[in-house]
């Protein structure tokens, strides 16, 4: 395929936006922890961070890196990139309900994932 059809190229460039603002976020969440702890139970009814950690924010944060590194594989048309994004989304979306509960279950990052992934995998079967 020599020109990428619309659809699959704003997925990837929504794909790419997501995953930077994802890794930004975890990175400010995972080196300035006690503020964003703070902000949480400023916001949030959940009275209780204990759970959270740094290290739960820095993995995260290496999620959301493999993730971005699958969307700009997947943008340049490599088929390696749908391995990276889908692991990655996998582990993005059990790695709060392992951690916190299932409580922490996003239906909505579930839904887009699912919605991309579809995407993905439909055009990279037409390239085959």
């Known amino acids: 395929m020599t020109k990428k059809p619309i659809f699959y190229e704003a997925a990837c460039v929504f794909s ?9 976020s975890m990175f400010v969440a995972t ?6 702890t703070e902000k949480i139970r400023a916001v949030t009814n959940m009275t209780s961070t204990e759970k959270l950690s740094p290290v739960y924010f820095a993995m995260l944060m290496a999620a959301f890196s493999i993730s971005l590194a699958g969307a700009i594989k997947l943008y340049r048309m490599q088929r390696s990139g749908i391995y990276f994004y889908l692991t990655a989304q996998i582990l993005i979306l ?3 309900v392992i951690w916190l509960g299932s409580y922490s279950f996003s239906t909505t990052n579930a839904i887009f994932t699912l919605l991309f992934s579809g995407v993905y995998l439909s055009y990279i079967r037409l390239t085959s």
């Open 16 to 24: 790419i936006i997501g995953s930077s603002i994802g890794f930004i």
């Open 94 to 96: 059990f790695l709060p």
């Open 31 to 36: 080196f300035f922890f006690k503020e964003v």
